[in-house]
């Protein structure tokens, strides 16, 4: 049997499981991936959904292969085979390294050390109108005031499909989102995460 070339459509991700898509997560369909800082909606594929709907938990490793659709400007991504993966071991002052230096193996359970506290702000044009630029500023000038700005990242994401109730983050590792959130919840919200967080020294 001949061997097919590759197929250009087909895409193939890993990527840091945040939640599933809706909200009924008992009937998802879809969840959200977190790739190298940017949140992408994957659809399941129907007859593994009740498997991962009872396993997943947010914070998962995990690789997904499958196809792309293009419809006009929209592009739809279908997974075919969904994975869980060794998390690769933070390196210090290293984001962006390689998952493939880290010594992945496929179908093994999540064991890995805690990864840095991350915070996620979409950057789209239509949150930043609902107060997406002044919670992104407030956020800033909390971490300085905790002299924290050294250990935690503010990470700004494409749309993270809340957009009815911006402004919105999600803090990671976790996947814990808070919506429509007033500048003064912020401290609460922050001494929640953060308590444990060492400053950067002097």
Do not use: W
Not at 43 to 70: A, F, N
Not at 121 to 138: D, E, I, N, Y
Request: contains cysteine; positive net charge.
């Amino acid at each position: 049997m001949t061997t097919p070339p590759p197929n250009p459509s087909m895409f193939n991700l890993d990527g840091t499981f945040i939640e599933f898509v809706g909200d009924q997560p008992t009937k998802a369909k879809a969840i959200h991936l977190d790739v190298e800082g940017e949140v992408l909606t994957i659809k399941l594929p129907k007859e593994l959904r009740p498997v991962l709907r009872s396993r997943l938990q947010p914070g998962d490793y995990l690789r997904c292969i499958g196809r792309t659709k293009v419809d006009g400007t929209t592009i739809t991504l279908k997974a075919r085979q969904v994975f869980t993966l060794l998390s690769p071991l933070p390196k210090p002052y290293s984001p962006s390294q390689s998952p493939a230096q880290e010594g992945k193996q496929p179908h093994s359970p999540l064991h890995h050390a805690t990864p840095p506290l991350k915070i996620q702000v979409c950057h789209k044009s239509g949150c930043q109108k609902r107060g997406g630029r002044q919670l992104a500023a407030a956020l800033e000038q909390a971490l300085r005031q905790r002299n924290l700005q050294g250990q935690v990242t503010i990470q700004y994401t494409g749309c993270q499909k809340h957009c009815s109730k911006a402004p919105t983050f999600t803090v990671m590792p976790g996947g814990h989102r808070y919506s429509q959130v007033k500048l003064s919840q912020l401290p609460t919200i922050l001494d929640r995460h953060l308590s444990a967080a060492k400053p950067t020294p002097m």
